[in-house]
T-cell receptor, first 113, second 115 residues
Framework: EDKVVQSPLSLVVHEGDTVTLNCSYE??????LLWYKQEKKAPTFLFMLTSSGIEKKSGRLSSILDKKELFSILNITATQTGDSAVYLCAVEVWGNQGGKLIFGQGTELSVKP | ETGVTQTPRHLVMGMTNKKSLKCEQH?????MYWYKQSAKKPLELMFV???????ENNSVPSRFSPECPNSSHLFLHLHTLQPEDSALYLC??????????????FGPGTRLTVL
């Protein structure tokens, strides 16, 4: 059975800290890994990673994928209170009927002033 | 705004009611999805439609009935629900293709409470 596991499930930090969120997976027909941010509403897309070792960056957020060890990390540097959210990791699998996303449980990040 | 809208945003219904959730995407995508999000649980994929054809039904109880009249609209018809069906129901769309980036764009969700 396809599985995506995120850790930690929750995290409390102070502004300015750096955090690392983890995502490991076991799936068949892997195609890509995606990170989303959810702030009490619709998940919003952050990154899509398809190749190992290529770091994706967007401001203070960065992510990297290791397809050999089957995991990804999401780094947030110099955290701000606006980074407080649930971060979702999803793996896209592709089959005869097309693609679908398998989601992890999410990591709830709380950034304190 | 992600280009995916959902109505209603909140819904309270009794176990004997019949209601429908609506989703519309303005992105020209060919695939649409229904997800259920319960507290402290991963997003659960319910249904997938590609080019209006249902390609995935993730063992969803028959009290949930999807309808996809065209590639831009998706409905979820609800009847005789149970209190444990209370959750956030999210709709998403994507350009599902082996060649294209397949990130899904989500609507704001419908918060459903079943009494």
């Amino acid at each position: 059975e396809d599985k995506v596991v995120q850790s930690p499930l929750s995290l409390v930090v102070h502004e300015g800290d750096t955090v690392t969120l983890n995502c490991s997976y076991e799936v068949t027909n892997f195609r890509s890994l995606l990170w989303y941010k959810q702030e009490k509403k619709a998940p919003t897309f952050l990154f899509m990673l398809t190749s190992s070792g290529i770091e994706k960056k967007s401001g203070r957020l960065s992510s990297i994928l290791d397809k050999k060890e089957l995991f990804s990390i999401l780094n947030i540097t110099a955290t701000q209170t606006g980074d407080s959210a649930v971060y979702l990791c999803a793996v896209e699998v592709w089959g005869n009927q097309g693609g679908k996303l398998i989601f992890g449980q999410g990591t709830e990040l709380s950034v304190k002033p | 705004e992600t280009g995916v809208t959902q109505t209603p945003r909140h819904l309270v219904m009794g176990m004997t009611n019949k209601k429908s959730l609506k989703c519309e995407q303005h992105l020209g995508h060919n695939a649409m999805y229904w997800y259920k999000q319960s507290a402290k649980k991963p997003l659960e994929l319910m249904f997938v439609y590609n080019f209006k054809e249902q390609t995935e039904n993730n063992s969803v109880p028959s009290r949930f009935s999807p309808e996809c009249p065209n590639s831009s609209h998706l409905f979820l018809h609800l009847h005789t629900l149970q209190p444990e069906d209370s959750a956030l129901y999210l709709c998403a769309s994507s350009q599902a293709s082996r060649l294209a980036r397949n990130e899904q764009f989500f609507g704001p969700g419908t918060r459903l409470t079943v009494l």
